[in-house]
């Protein structure tokens, strides 16, 4: 975690990256001063991340992935899968072309190798899942840069118009306590640990989910702290039909309060069944505590864009925030959130309808 106010070669490493991808700064070489601070707030604002400032793992992540271009280097996939704007890039073509590579994340996963290999066997070029120099060629001569919907999109639709499951049975969630012992994340005022009460509200919700017949795995225990890639490649190795990660927010601002959930979603491409479970998840939650709604928003976080099914991130409230943050620490409060999330989630796996269950007033068992 790179920060303002930190000195040495690991800042004039940021400073040399962020210059390379047009975001200079005054700051002195190895020096996290002000300047610094509005490149990077900068980059994370148009790269879609959390514009805190800090160069921690998903921004360091995206500052690697924008240096690569179309072109570069052989795409594939392999394991660990390849990142970056190039992959990006050629994601993009194939959808407007008309082949379905999958949301445009930068990451070549199983559905972009399927991609490149219908698009070879489609223009004749040898057919071996590579997107090197012959493939690249064929795709910038054939790029259609008016068609705007991507192939990937059209199919989430079109799946969303009818329900996936009559029942809860056989349905499976990946549930991602944000956070961990090694990343403790926001700190409440009497030093209670984000990751502390995010593995307690999933830990809740577990119990809830499993109780309506829903398979449940957890990212995390109680004390490890998986990176967010490894958190993602369990939810696609298990094949889960979502993923829900409870984080709590936070800001220097003692004023911030409210519940706020995100979806993938950059430069106009977006997940359409994120979105729906987002917005089903925060509102939800506001229902049943009363927080406030500060809505759903795209995001390009790493758990977002590296799984396959639909995934979004909670945040049901702010630490920081002096009141809201005593209320997160209350094991009633926590039930609470973990019941309308409990609700929001059964409504999307069964079709993305509205709950079906009543609310229950605020300060009642859920």
């Known amino acids: 975690m790179i920060r303002q106010g930190a000195r040495g070669p690991e800042v004039a490493d940021v400073q040399r990256r962020l210059a390379e991808l047009g975001y200079s700064s005054d700051d002195d070489p ?123 999109s059209v199919r989430e639709k079109e799946s969303m118009r009818y329900p996936q499951r009559a029942t809860l049975a056989g349905a499976r969630v990946l549930l991602d306590p944000g956070h961990g012992p090694e990343d403790p994340g926001y700190l409440a005022p009497d030093g209670t640990a984000e990751h502390q009460l995010t593995w307690a509200i999933a830990n809740r919700l577990a119990g809830r989910l499993l109780a309506r017949g829903v398979s449940v795995l957890l990212s995390r225990g109680p004390n490890v702290t998986p990176s967010v890639s490894e958190r993602a490649r369990l939810a696609n190795e298990e094949d889960v039909d979502a993923v829900l990660g409870v984080h709590l927010n936070g800001l220097d601002s003692p004023h911030a309060h409210g519940a706020a959930a995100y979806y993938f979603g950059h430069a106009g491409i977006v997940s ?22 500060c809505r759903c928003h795209a995001s390009r976080a790493g758990l977002l864009r590296e799984t396959r099914a639909p995934a979004v991130i909670v945040e ?38 509205r709950p079906m269950e009543r609310v229950t007033p605020r300060g009642a068992s859920a």
Request: some cysteine; overall charge negative.
């Open 30 to 152: 190895g020096v996290f001063g002000g300047s610094t601070l509005a490149a990077v707030r900068t980059f994370q604002q148009e790269r879609g991340l959390v514009a805190d400032g800090i160069v921690g793992d998903d921004t360091w992540r995206a500052m690697v992935e924008a240096s690569v271009h179309l072109g570069d280097r052989n795409l594939y996939h392999t394991r660990p899968m390849l990142r970056g704007d190039d992959v990006r890039d050629l994601q993009e073509r194939l959808n407007r072309l008309g082949f379905d590579a999958g949301p445009a994340d930068g990451v070549l996963g199983p559905d972009t190798e399927a991609a490149i290999r219908d698009f070879q066997a489609n223009v004749g070029v040898a057919v071996d899942g590579i997107a090197g120099d012959e493939t690249i060629r064929a795709i910038r001569r054939l790029h259609r840069a008016h068609q705007s919907q991507a192939a990937f």
């Open 272 to 293: 359409e069944a994120g979105r729906t479970f987002a917005q089903l998840a925060v509102d939800e939650v506001c229902n049943t505590t009363g927080a406030l709604n």
């Open 316 to 353: 049901p409230g702010f630490l920081t925030h002096p009141d809201e943050g005593q209320r997160l620490r209350d094991p009633a409060y926590q039930d609470r959130v973990a019941a309308a999330l409990s609700r929001a989630t059964c409504a999307f796996l069964l079709g993305g309808a």
